[in-house]
């Protein structure tokens, strides 16, 4: 399937942007403020509501690209949530009758730090839900962290599959409501295939931690089941955050490759875009986005037009055109002057989780207010649509969302000055993600079994 979706560029500075940057900066000190002065806690003064933190970038390179915009998407479903506005199938005010009272709380740090910040949302706040974390890190420091302290924790992005695979294989407390980074790297080595079934060398560079390491290590095993005989000319790992990439440029120019992979985020995919153009990186040879959609924006007139891009699943260009969808878009550019990308999505995604958990669990009660046990039942092995579409929770017991995946290329229309994406392609979600019980590397290396593709 082919498409052509244009998009409006992201304008580089205005008004309702400086608005947003000063709103955050304020609901970070605020939250600080709460952690940190003696007196009444966020939990005493807000009796009766669903007291939701989530935890997001507010501070530092990933800031920018992902942690503003999953707090601004929260903003907007809390909003709306809050005033009965958002549309079907969420119309009821709140969630389960009750009001969403909620704070953002900055993920920088790293684990450790954000460790110490979890305990005090649980022990201090008595958070009802905890959602958020972007970095894989962090969330596999903070899953038996929240099994421990039995605390409803949904992680809206988070992409290595190992949190479920390898460290809280039976989850209770924990899940998330996005899929993890099989979908990614099966759906882009299916598309480079498609596009580019020549290709015969191929250079990676990633970052150097566990979404990086997992990331290069399930897109070469999906490439070499798809293409046998495929030729690595390079694999740099450069430190997380480094934000120089002299020293790793050379060494994949030296290579000569056919196509250059890379699952960078952040400010360190917007570095190494910069660096590489001005070292003519991607001349004559495609460029790999396996988490590209957010710079699609910021960096609109510096991506090479045929580079591949991915967003995590079908959000941003790539979500449905439904209700919900439009209004979002709507309601989101009217606040912050730019248009939602997958972390705003993500987000919105895993607020619509909860809240369709906690409803039916209410429901089940005869309206009485459930308990976090009963929520937790309600939401494993649940299904709902957000933004993006149909969502499940069917692996890891339940606990590990699985969606369709959508790629398309990058093209910049100078003419009318705006980012597209085109030839989009659509995977289905038991196409692109293993089945239950098996681990996703297995499962490349088993020739994908079991996948469900059109």
């Known amino acids: 399937m082919s498409a052509k979706v244009p998009v409006r560029a992201e304008r580089r500075e205005n008004p309702a942007a400086r608005k947003v940057l000063g709103t955050v900066a304020g609901a970070l000190a605020a939250s600080l403020l709460a952690v940190c002065l003696p007196g009444r806690s966020w939990a005493q003064e807000n009796q009766g ?15 920018g690209p992902f942690g503003v915009p999953a707090r601004n998407g929260a903003e907007v479903i809390v909003k709306a949530l809050n005033q009965g506005a958002l549309a079907a199938p969420y119309k009821t005010k709140g969630i389960a009758g009750r009001k969403i009272q909620w704070k953002f709380f900055d993920e920088a740090g790293g684990p450790q730090q954000q460790v110490a910040q979890y305990r005090q949302l ?27 302290l ?12 190992t949190i479920f695979e390898d460290v809280d294989v039976n989850p209770h407390y924990v899940f998330r409501t996005g899929p993890h980074a099989m979908m990614d790297e099966a759906a882009l080595a299916r598309y480079t295939v498609g596009v580019d079934p020549n290709v015969k060398t191929l250079a990676g560079i990633d970052q150097n931690y566990d979404w990086g390491q997992e990331s290069w290590k399930l897109f070469l095993a999906a490439m070499e089941q798809l293409k046998p005989g495929i030729q690595v000319t390079a694999s740099q790992f450069p430190k997380l955050l480094s934000g120089q990439y002299g020293a790793d440029i050379s060494t994949l120019l030296t290579g000569r490759p056919d196509a250059i992979y890379t699952s960078f985020w952040g400010g360190d995919l917007e570095a190494f875009i910069l660096q590489g153009n001005a070292r003519n990186l991607f001349n004559g040879r495609r460029l790999l986005l396996s988490a590209g959609e957010p710079a699609m924006y910021r960096l609109a007139t510096q991506i090479p037009d045929g580079t591949v891009i991915c967003a995590r699943g079908p959000h941003g260009v790539f979500a449905p055109d439904s209700k919900l969808n439009r209004q979002f878009r709507k309601v989101y550019h009217s606040a912050y002057g730019s248009w939602p990308t997958y972390p705003s999505y993500k987000i919105a995604q895993a607020i619509l989780g909860v809240k369709t958990a906690y409803e039916n669990a209410a429901k089940a009660k005869a309206g009485a207010a459930p308990n976090t046990e009963e929520v937790i039942r309600a939401l494993a092995n649940s299904k709902w649509v957000g933004p993006s579409g149909p969502v499940e929770l069917a692996l890891a017991n339940g606990h590990q969302a699985i969606q369709a995946n959508a790629i398309g290329q990058f093209k910049y229309d100078r003419a009318k000055g705006r980012p597209e994406i085109v030839d989009i392609k659509r995977y289905a979600a038991r196409c692109v993600n293993p089945p239950p019980g098996v681990k996703s590397i297995d499962w490349v290396h088993s020739g994908f079994k079991g996948a469900q593709c059109d």
Do not use: N
């Open 49 to 63: 509501s669903i007291k939701i933190s989530f935890v997001s970038f507010l501070s530092g390179p990933a800031s």
């Open 122 to 148: 649980v022990e201090r706040e008595h958070s009802d839900v905890i959602i958020g974390y972007i970095s894989s890190g962090d969330c596999k420091a903070l899953a038996p962290v929240a099994e421990e």
């Open 150 to 161: 039995k605390t409803l924790t949904v992680y809206f992005d988070c992409g290595s599959p």
